[in-house]
């Protein structure tokens, strides 16, 4: 007689071992890296306005064409690994991503820095969809938004990593050592991936592929489970037939995706503000660049912590009354930081404050949609929420540039940009608690 496994009831059921943790850890990893590279424009920028002189307000567009790129990246690759898988994706962004970081240091010009970074990100955008998915369905149900959010933390250590890294190399190596090693670190962790990352469960199943492969994988997970040539594997989802992309908008989901959309846009739109323009903007209210760098490093400190802290708040209670109160939160802090005569300890904590309310909300909206869509639309669904977003995190930096360009006052500049956190709340506040979907 055949036996049948769910798959997902499998995992919800079994502790979590080494298998597990080691699947977590490099798609970790690998998000560290993505925080590192996609930060580390921000950190390098006041180097580069000093060795090209060039203005400040130059590089909005190089911080644009990077997002532009992780924009499209996102949008076309998530799409492609709810096709072909998550691992194939996955490994190949990050191998390509780690080899444009290389050449970045030979850009010379404006222009040609601004296509570098346009291409690399095309690899980035790719990597925080199919690092989420991957983890939220090698994750039991108990810890899922938790471990989605430990692994999306990655990205807010790889970008204080990469400020501490750019404080101690710039003075030292100049701007072009921070990518040698942004380029270098990926390249080991996509070979490591290569040899050592499995591919979703529930996708292979869904698709039935490597069905063998999957028996070995739900040994590793739980090995007293009863296995042979026999054993049905069981996920309790039907495959959505045609573009996943429509299947968004279809039986019920159109709701919760726009609300997603205009969440990640508003959020993502003031992320990538702060993180791209506080050090310049810190620098030039009268920090030295150490601490105009270590500003930017207190906003993803925070983001760390908050993320943390959030994800174990959400597996107890739920998205919607953890984001809420976050989101009002986030308005107050950003509007604060632009106050002038403030001592240096008060701005760092109000950074840390707006840190742990948007970067640590962003895994949390990320933990949302992949708890939302079901595996057959989840990379599609993570990964279009957060490319509509990235249209807001392309125009945050640019916007920047503009309101600098025009001389507003930083109090100004500050209080415009704490109103998408007012919208990202009214976002939250008018969505039902959604029933995870795997």
């Known amino acids: 007689m055949s036996n049948t496994i769910d798959i997902p009831d499998l995992i919800n059921s079994s502790k979590i071992g080494r298998f597990q943790t080691g699947m977590l850890v490099l798609c970790g990893l690998c998000v560290i890296m993505d925080g590192f590279d996609v930060q580390a424009m921000g950190y390098v920028a006041p180097a580069i ?15 644009g064409a990077g997002l532009l790129g992780m924009l499209v990246g996102s949008l076309l690759f998530s799409v492609a690994a709810d096709k072909i898988g998550r691992r194939p994706v996955l490994i190949g962004s990050t191998l390509f991503f780690s080899v444009c970081m290389l050449l970045t240091p030979l850009a010379g010009n404006i222009e040609q820095l601004q296509l570098i970074r346009f291409v690399t990100g095309l690899g980035l955008g790719a990597v925080m969809p ?16 938790t471990l989605m959010m430990l692994v999306s933390c990655g990205f807010t250590v790889g970008a204080v990593l990469g400020g501490l890294l750019s404080a101690a190399l710039i003075p030292t190596f100049g701007w072009q050592s921070v990518f040698y090693v942004g380029g270098v670190a990926p390249l080991i962790i996509g070979i490591l991936m290569f040899f050592l990352l499995p591919e979703s469960m529930q996708f292979l199943v869904l698709r039935k592929k490597n069905l063998d492969q999957v028996a070995l994988w739900l040994k590793r997970i739980a090995p007293d489970a009863v296995i042979d040539g026999a054993t049905r594997f069981v996920v309790q989802e039907k495959e959505h037939k045609g573009a996943p992309v429509l299947q968004l908008f279809r039986e019920g989901r159109a709701k919760m995706t726009v609300l997603l959309w205009v969440m990640n846009f508003m959020n ?7 993180s791209n ?34 994800g174990q708040l959400i597996d107890r209670s739920s998205f919607r009354r953890v984001l809420l109160p976050c989101f009002v939160v986030a308005a107050v802090a950003i509007a604060l930081i632009g106050r002038p005569d403030v001592s240096l300890l008060f701005l760092f904590a109000t950074i840390g404050v707006a840190g742990f309310c948007v970067v640590g909300g962003q895994p949390a909206v990320n933990a949302l949609a992949a708890s939302y869509y079901p595996t057959t639309l989840r990379s599609t669904g993570i990964g279009w929420s957060l490319g ?18 025009l001389n507003w006052p930083n109090s100004t500049i500050f209080l415009v940009v704490a109103i998408p956190a007012l919208v990202s709340a009214l976002m939250v506040w008018s969505m039902r608690r959604p029933a995870p979907a795997a």
């Open 388 to 405: 509509i977003g990235r249209i807001g995190s392309i125009i945050g930096p640019v916007l920047g540039g503009e309101l600098i360009r």
């Open 49 to 63: 306005i000093a060795d090209w002189h060039v203005s400040k307000a130059n590089l909005g567009p190089v911080f």
């Open 268 to 274: 993502l739109l003031n992320l990538y503000f702060l």
């Open 130 to 145: 199919n690092a989420m998915a991957l983890a939220g369905e090698y994750s039991p149900l108990r810890k899922k938004v």
């Open 277 to 310: 323009w506080l050090p310049t903007i810190a620098k030039d209210a009268g920090l030295s660049t150490a601490n105009a760098v270590l500003a930017g490093t207190a906003l993803q400190v925070g983001g760390t912590v908050g993320t943390i802290v959030m």
